[in-house]
């Protein structure tokens, strides 16, 4: 069975500095891998994937993340925050066939001026 | 193209009383989620459906929660009754049969008094 870890439950970060959330994975065949940000009563926006091929992925408001297979980690970085950053981060894994997303508990980004 | 629709967006109601939540897909696409995200969690699958048939409900409390996807397009859930422990928000999500990605409704916030 497959599970996501998100260590860091809160990151305050001040505006402009460099970012990471982490996440980790465990799943005994290959995985997708996924970031999702939410916003205050919105749903969940897909922030970037990982489905095969180049380990780093670039998404979107300049986010990007890099696939390591070996330590089973799929972080989240971003060089320079905004305060618009400011919300909730999922990370999840799914498997080729069942599409069934397992999500980690995410991490609540709080970028300050 | 429009997104995922769900509504109502906020019910609040008494413990033991019934509720139901509607969610209409992104045309075309023939798998549906639902989800529950109690809050600090990341959300948890609850039914998926592809077309108007349940590929997966392990995780359904079928004593209370009940869901159906008529003709293939929208859906609804409900809770009846409902426990103050039900108290999340309720997405919706869809996917296209060939693809990876999810895309999820706003969610309707719950709130059992």
């Known amino acids: ?25 465990s799943s005994s065949v290959s995985v997708y891998l996924f970031w999702y940000v939410q916003y205050p009563n919105q749903g969940l926006q ?11 992925v670039k998404g979107i408001n300049g986010f990007e993340a890099e ?27 799914s498997t ?18 | 193209e429009a997104g995922v629709a769900q509504s109502p967006r906020y019910k609040i109601i008494e413990k033991r009383q019934s509720v139901a939540f509607w969610c209409n897909p992104i045309s075309g696409h023939a798998t549906l989620y639902w989800y529950q995200q109690i809050l600090g969690q990341g959300p948890k699958l609850l039914i998926q459906f592809q077309n108007n048939g349940v590929v997966d409900d392990s ?16 859906s609804t859930l409900k809770i009846q009754p409902a426990k103050l ?17 999810q895309y999820f409704g706003p969610g309707t916030r719950l709130t059992v008094l």
């Open chain 2, 85 to 101: 422990e039900d108290s999340a928000v309720y997405l919706c999500a869809s996917r296209y049969s060939r693809a990876d990605t």
């Open chain 1, 67 to 93: 696939f390591n297979k070996s330590q089973t980690s799929f972080h989240l970085r971003k060089p320079s925050v905004h305060i618009s950053d400011t919300a909730e981060y999922f990370c999840a894994v």
């Open chain 1, 96 to 113: 080729s066939g069942t599409y069934k997303y397992i999500f980690g508990t995410g991490t609540r980004l709080k970028v300050l001026a």
């Open chain 2, 59 to 74: 995780q359904l409390p079928k004593d209370r929660f009940s869901a159906e996807r008529l003709k293939g397009v929208d």
């Open chain 1, 46 to 56: 897909l922030l970037l994937k990982y489905l095969s091929g180049s380990t780093l």
């Open chain 1, 1 to 25: 069975a497959q599970s996501v870890t998100q260590l860091d439950s809160q990151v305050p970060v001040f505006e402009e500095a460099p970012v990471e959330l982490r996440c980790n994975y």
